[in-house]
């Protein structure tokens, strides 16, 4: 059984506390996650509600295609619409690979926005990312 490393980026900014711990009991069940710290940063073009942004290095034997269709359909049972900035849970693989040193930045990704990278950075050292890290509220670790 062949294992990939995702790095995962997820955002909520309806219910934040519910759909990040419902995002983290599912993810688990997807494979091995190791978890970055929750941040509370700003909607991107200032017409939403503050997000919740986490990142998750999933270790699973699924393939890009198969965890791509479980992140959809847990977006579409949190209540997901697109477009929207009503979002419930926003669950995007960002990158994958055998190992961190050969992880693999999916294209229409690029550039990674900063509400990615700041917590992807603390799991992947290589992730582009900021040197921002205290400009935004890092959350109680008890968001789990």
Not at 59 to 86: F, M, N, V, W, Y
Not at 95 to 123: N, R, T, Y
């Amino acid at each position: 059984m062949t294992v990939t490393i995702y790095a995962l980026a997820i955002g909520s900014n309806v219910k934040r506390e519910h759909w990040i711990a419902f995002a983290r009991q599912q993810l688990a069940l997807l494979g091995q996650c190791q978890w970055s710290r929750t941040y509370e940063i700003p909607c991107r073009d200032g017409k939403g509600a503050d997000y919740y942004n986490l990142a998750v290095l999933l270790h699973s034997a699924l393939s890009l295609t198969a965890l791509d269709q479980q992140l959809k359909q847990l977006e579409q049972q949190a209540g997901r619409i697109r477009p929207s900035h009503h979002i419930p849970l926003d669950i995007d693989v960002i990158a994958s690979g055998a190992s961190l040193q050969h992880m693999q930045i999916v294209a229409k990704k690029l550039p990674l926005a900063f509400d990615v990278c700041l917590p992807l950075s603390e799991l992947w050292r290589d992730c582009p990312g900021s040197t921002e890290r205290n400009r935004f509220k890092i959350l109680n670790e008890a968001l789990k």
